[in-house]
Nanobody, 127 residues
Framework: QVQLVESGGGLVQAGGSLRLSCAAS??????MGWFRQAPGKEREYVAA????????NYANSVMGRFTISRDDAKNTVYLQMNSLKSDDAAVYYC??????????????????????WGQGTQVAVSS
């Protein structure tokens, strides 16, 4: 049974930092990603990492502030979020994909490409 369990959300002041974790179990994945969804908005791509190579990709809105990483031994993916802004407030979801892209350089940024999802963790940013 595949499980993705997120943790690390909470309330932080604008300019502060949080680290989200996503512990995966049940099978191996080609790539993992983080998405977020604010009230009344569509689910938005944040970042992704290819498990074997460690190559990463980011949405423009978080480039330079967020870092996605993985720990092979713990089968866990992290999202380090720095310089948080009010626009970053959302429920953050971890997702895993077993799909292989046609080009190895391609990253999946659409939610439909991900097979498994975590339950979400709330991130709130106070000004």
């Amino acid at each position: 049974q595949v499980q993705l369990v997120e943790s690390g959300g909470g309330l932080v002041q604008a300019g502060g930092s949080l680290r989200l974790s996503c512990a995966a179990s049940g099978r191996a994945f080609y790539s993992m990603g983080w998405f977020r969804q604010a009230p009344g908005k569509e689910r938005e791509y944040v970042a992704a990492i290819k498990w074997s190579s460690g190559r990463t990709n980011y949405a423009n809105s978080v480039m330079g502030r967020f870092t996605i990483s993985r720990d092979d031994a713990k089968n866990t993916v992290y999202l380090q979020m720095n310089s948080l802004k009010s626009d970053d407030a959302a429920v953050y979801y971890c997702a895993a994909s077993s799909k292989l892209p046609a080009l190895s350089s391609t990253f999946f940024i659409a939610p439909a490409h991900y097979d498994y999802w975590g339950q979400g963790t709330q991130v709130a940013v106070s000004s």
